[in-house]
C-alpha cells in the first residue's frame, strides 16, 4: 500500500469516475453508427452530419489515421488501443484529445469499436513515475489505458455488443448476455436499478455518470467486483435513439485500498489517545468491529497493565502460558455474546492452539475458512470455546501476536460471524498494520505505567506521611495533583522538627510533572533535611540549596549548563513557640498568609528572591512575632492561579477562602481547597496550614552565669532544682552532667575573659532540651580519647547520656542543646 503505482491507478479510475467521455460506435469497416451528445459537444458535429461516415475524416493527422487504420487490422492489438490524437473541430480548429478504443462482440460474429474521446486539458497531469506489472501505465498513464468494460444496449436494453474486459468481470458466457436485458442474463444482482437509470438516459438523452453497480456475476460466485459506470445515449444519422453505450471501470482495488486508508485514518485518530492500557487495548477492538470484523478481542499479558517487563520469549512453562487477561472486547451483538471471558478477566490459553502459537512464532494466524470439525485445534481448546464457535457461526478468523520493539504484549482476534464473506490477504494486511499501529500505542502506555509506578512509588516516599508540628504547631494540609488520575506532579511540601521545639515548614514547586520532577523533588528534600539539620537561619538554607541545585544542573551536562533546567521555588519558615517569632524565607515563591486568632488575614511582605537553580541575589529572611493561636498558610500557584483572572483576584480569593476562625485546621485546609481549585485543574495544587502554639513561662527556664569556673556547681544546682519542680528527678543526674561538661567547654573555649556571659535554658515539650550558649564561634566536635588521655571525653559522654545534640550560631555566638527523652506519661 502506499506503492506509487496503486497511486496512478487510484488517481486514474477517479478521473475515469467523474470525466464524461465522447463516446462514437463504428462498425467494422469504421464508419459511425452512433454518436453521443457529448461527442457532439465535444468537436460540434450532430449526429446527423456524422453517422453514416468514416471516422477517419474527424482526425487531423494522416499518421493518426494511418495507426488507426493498422490498429483495426491488425489482430494482435485486439481489444483495446489508446491514442492521444487531434480531432478536427466543426469550426476547423484542432483540439488535442485522448483515444481509446475498445472492440466489441455481437451476435454476428463481427467486431465493431467503441470510441472514447477525451479532452486532453480535462485529464489530470498523470505521475509519469508510476509503473505497474503489465504496460497500461508504461509511458505516460492515462485513464483510459485501464481496463473498460463497454456494453451497447438497444432501446428495449437488450445487450447487442460487449467488450471482453465486461465479459471477463461478469462470468457469464457471452451467449447468456447478448440479446438479453439486464433482469434477463443476471437476475437479482441489482439488474432492475441499472433497467432504471438507463430508460432514464434513453428518455432524457442525458448521460449518468458515476453509478456504482456490480458486475454480473453468476449467483454461486462468494466475491463480486465493484464498478463505477457511466450511461451514454447513443443516436443515429436522424438523431434517434440507437441505444445505450455503458463504459465501466472496475474499482474495486481502488475502494479498498481507500477503504484500507481511511480505516487507518481512523486508528490514528482513535487508537492510543490515553495512556491507559486497557482503554487502548479497546480501542484496537472497537475499531475493527465492524469495519474488519464482526467480532474481536485483544488479550494482554498481565504484566503488561501494570507497566511491568513484557514476554521476551513466551511459551509454555509447566504445561501453561503466562496469564493474560482480556483487555479488549467488542462485537457486532449487545453484550458479546461470543466471549467466554468479560474484559478485565483473566484468559487462560492451552499451550497448543493458534494464540500462543502466533505468540511463539512471531506470525499470523490466517484461517479465512475456519474448520470446526473434529480433530482440530478446537478439540484441544475446550468445548465451551468450540461451542462458542458454532453458536455464533464463527467462519473465517485471523489470530495476530501484538509484538513491540522485541517483546510479545499479547493476541489480537478478529473473527467474521453473520458477514459472509470470508478474510482475504488484503484483510490480514490490514490487520496486521492496525495491530502493529496499537502495538506502538500498548507499549508507550505500558512504558508510562511503569514510569508512572516508579514516579508514584518514588513520590510516596517524598511526601511526609505523618507531618507533625510537635509542641510548636497543629499542621492540615491537602496536595491534589493536576493529573488526579496518575497523581503525579511537581509541588512539595514538608513539615521538619528542629531542636529546641521549633518546627520548620516548607513549600515548593518543582518544574515539571511526573518521574522526573519526583526525582528533583527528591533530592531537594534530601538537601533541605540536610540544611535543617545543620540549623541554620532561613536566608542561608536558601543560598545553601541554590547553590546545591545549581550544582547538580551543571552536573547533568557539564558541557551546556545553561540548557539543562532544574528549577524550583520555594518558602521556608522556622517557627519558634518558646518566643513566637517566626523568620521566613523565599525564593520566587508565593508570600504566605498568615490568619490571626480572629480571622484577620494577611501576606507579609517578604523579599520576593529569585527561583532556586538561578543564583542570581541573595536570600533575605522577616521575622515576625505571631499570636498564639495564629495559623500560617503555606501554598502553591495552583491554588490561586486561573487562566482568566490575575494572580491578585487569586489572592483575594484565597483570603475570602481562609477567613474562617470558627472551623477547625483540618476543616479549613479542606474548605480552602475545594473553594478555590479550578476544574479541572491546570496545575498542582498544595496548601499545608500551621495553628501555632506557645510554650508558657513554666516550661522555660533561663540564666546567665559569667564566664567562670566557679559558676559550674551554681549552674548544677539550678537545673536540678528546676527539674524537680517539673517532677523530672530521674533525669537530674544525666543533666548535670550535661550541663557541667556543657560549661566547662564554653569556661575553656572563653580565653580567660570572664565578661562574656554564658547562658543556660532549660524546655520541657515533648523532650527535655537543654541549651548553652556562650561568644564563642568554636563548634565543638566529638573526640575519640585514647585510654591515657586526660581530657577529651566530654562531649562523647554527652552523647552516650542524650537522644541527640548540636549546635548552631546565634548572634553573637554559638549554642548548644542537647535532647534529652521524656518518659512515657510525663506531660
Not at 564554653?746 to 580565653?751: K, L
Request: aromatic letters at 4%.
Amino acid at each position: 500500500m502506499g506503492s506509487s503505482a496503486e497511486t496512478a491507478v487510484s488517481e486514474a479510475q477517479t478521473a475515469v469516475e467523474t470525466v464524461c467521455p465522447a463516446i462514437a460506435l463504428l462498425d467494422a469497416q469504421g464508419t459511425v453508427v452512433g454518436w453521443s451528445q457529448a461527442a457532439q459537444r465535444l468537436v460540434g458535429y450532430s449526429a446527423a452530419e456524422v453517422v453514416g461516415r468514416s471516422a477517419d475524416v474527424l482526425l487531423v493527422a494522416a499518421d493518426d489515421r494511418a495507426k488507426a487504420s493498422q490498429a483495426a487490422q491488425e489482430s494482435t492489438l485486439r481489444g483495446r488501443w489508446s491514442h492521444l490524437a487531434q480531432v478536427r473541430h466543426r469550426d476547423g480548429r484542432s483540439i488535442d484529445v485522448h483515444l481509446c478504443v475498445s472492440s466489441l462482440s455481437g451476435q454476428d460474429g463481427r467486431d465493431w469499436w467503441v470510441v472514447c474521446a477525451t479532452d486532453k486539458a480535462l485529464l489530470p497531469a498523470w505521475p509519469a513515475q508510476a509503473t505497474v506489472a503489465e504496460p497500461l501505465l508504461a509511458t505516460r498513464p492515462m485513464p483510459s489505458r485501464l481496463p473498460i468494460g463497454v456494453v451497447i444496449w438497444d432501446t428495449h436494453l437488450r445487450c447487442v455488443r460487449v467488450n471482453d474486459t465486461q465479459g471477463s468481470w461478469d462470468g457469464i458466457p457471452l451467449a447468456q448476455l447478448l440479446d438479453r436485458r439486464p433482469t434477463e442474463a443476471a437476475p437479482g444482482t441489482g439488474a432492475e436499478t441499472l433497467e432504471a437509470v438507463m430508460h432514464q438516459v434513453l428518455e432524457s438523452g442525458d448521460p449518468a455518470m458515476d453509478v456504482d453497480c456490480h458486475a454480473f456475476l453468476p449467483a454461486h460466485a462468494r466475491s463480486n467486483r465493484t464498478l463505477t459506470a457511466s450511461f451514454v445515449r447513443l443516436d443515429d444519422a436522424q438523431g434517434r435513439a440507437l441505444g445505450v453505450c455503458t463504459v465501466s471501470v472496475d474499482v474495486t482495488d481502488c475502494r479498498r485500498v481507500r477503504e484500507r486508508l481511511a480505516i487507518l485514518g481512523e486508528a490514528s485518530r482513535r487508537i492510543g489517545t490515553t495512556l491507559d492500557v486497557m482503554q487502548t487495548a479497546q480501542e484496537l477492538a472497537a475499531l475493527a468491529v465492524p469495519f474488519l470484523a464482526d467480532y474481536a478481542t485483544v488479550d494482554l499479558a498481565e504484566s503488561v497493565p501494570l507497566g511491568e517487563e513484557p514476554l521476551a520469549c513466551p511459551g509454555p512453562q509447566d504445561g501453561h502460558i503466562p496469564v493474560f487477561r482480556r483487555a479488549g472486547l467488542a462485537s457486532i451483538h449487545p453484550g458479546t455474546p461470543e466471549s467466554l471471558f468479560a474484559r478485565g478477566e483473566p484468559v487462560f490459553l492451552p499451550p497448543t492452539s493458534p494464540f500462543t502459537g502466533v505468540l511463539r512464532s512471531g506470525k499470523s494466524h490466517f484461517e479465512p475458512m475456519l474448520d470446526t470439525s473434529a480433530g482440530t485445534w478446537l478439540d484441544h481448546h475446550g468445548a465451551a470455546w468450540a461451542e462458542k464457535i458454532r453458536e455464533h457461526a464463527m467462519h473465517s478468523l485471523m489470530v495476530l501476536p501484538i509484538h513491540a520493539r522485541g517483546a510479545a504484549l499479547g493476541v489480537a482476534v478478529f473473527a467474521r460471524t453473520k458477514d459472509p464473506r470470508p478474510f482475504e490477504e488484503d484483510d490480514l494486511v490490514l490487520a496486521e498494520e492496525l495491530v502493529s499501529w496499537a502495538a506502538l500505542a500498548l507499549d508507550n502506555a505500558r512504558q508510562h505505567a511503569r514510569e508512572h509506578s516508579a514516579a508514584l512509588a518514588l513520590q510516596r516516599l517524598l511526601h511526609p506521611h505523618r507531618p507533625t508540628g510537635g509542641s510548636a504547631a497543629d499542621v492540615a494540609w491537602r496536595y491534589l495533583p493536576a493529573d488526579g488520575h496518575h497523581r503525579i506532579g511537581g509541588d512539595w511540601f514538608d513539615v521538619i522538627q528542629l531542636p529546641s521545639a521549633r518546627v520548620a515548614l516548607v513549600v515548593g514547586d518543582v518544574v515539571g510533572h511526573g518521574i522526573n520532577a519526583a526525582a528533583t523533588i527528591g533530592q531537594l528534600r534530601t538537601a533541605m533535611h540536610t540544611l535543617a539539620d545543620m540549623d541554620m537561619p532561613p536566608d542561608e538554607v536558601l543560598s545553601r540549596l541554590d547553590e546545591q541545585v545549581v550544582r547538580l544542573t551543571e552536573a547533568e551536562d557539564p558541557r551546556h549548563p545553561a540548557t539543562t533546567s532544574m528549577a524550583a521555588t520555594c518558602l521556608y519558615a522556622v517557627y519558634d513557640p518558646v518566643t513566637r517569632y517566626c523568620t521566613m524565607a523565599r525564593a520566587g515563591h508565593r508570600p504566605p498568609a498568615v490568619i490571626d486568632p480572629y480571622g484577620h488575614v494577611t501576606f507579609p511582605e517578604l523579599p520576593p528572591g529569585a527561583p532556586l537553580g538561578l543564583g542570581l541575589v541573595p536570600f533575605e529572611s522577616v521575622t515576625s512575632e505571631l499570636a498564639e493561636g495564629s495559623v500560617l498558610a503555606l501554598y502553591t500557584d495552583g491554588l490561586i492561579e486561573a487562566r482568566d483572572q490575575d494572580i491578585s483576584a487569586g489572592m483575594n480569593r484565597l483570603r475570602a477562602a481562609l477567613a474562617r476562625p470558627d472551623l477547625t485546621l483540618d476543616d479549613l485546609c479542606s474548605s480552602t481547597v475545594d473553594t478555590l481549585r479550578a476544574e479541572p485543574p491546570s496545575d498542582d495544587v498544595t496548601l499545608l496550614l500551621a495553628r501555632t502554639r506557645s510554650l508558657s513561662a513554666d516550661q522555660v527556664a533561663s540564666w546567665q552565669f559569667p564566664s567562670d569556673p566557679a559558676v559550674v556547681s551554681r549552674a548544677r544546682t539550678l537545673a536540678a532544682r528546676q527539674l524537680t519542680q517539673w517532677g523530672l528527678e530521674h533525669l537530674v543526674e544525666s543533666t548535670e552532667l550535661i550541663v557541667s561538661e556543657l560549661f566547662t567547654n564554653a569556661i575553656i573555649h572563653s580565653d580567660g575573659n570572664s565578661d562574656r556571659m554564658i547562658g543556660l535554658r532549660l524546655i520541657r515539650h515533648d523532650m527535655l532540651t537543654c541549651e548553652v550558649s556562650d561568644a564563642s564561634q568554636c563548634h565543638p566536635l566529638v573526640q575519640h580519647p585514647r585510654t591515657t588521655d586526660e581530657h577529651g571525653r566530654g562531649l562523647f559522654l554527652v552523647t552516650q547520656l542524650s537522644r541527640r545534640w548540636g549546635t548552631r550560631r546565634i548572634p553573637g555566638g554559638k549554642l548548644i542543646w542537647v535532647d534529652q527523652q521524656l518518659p512515657a506519661g510525663v506531660p
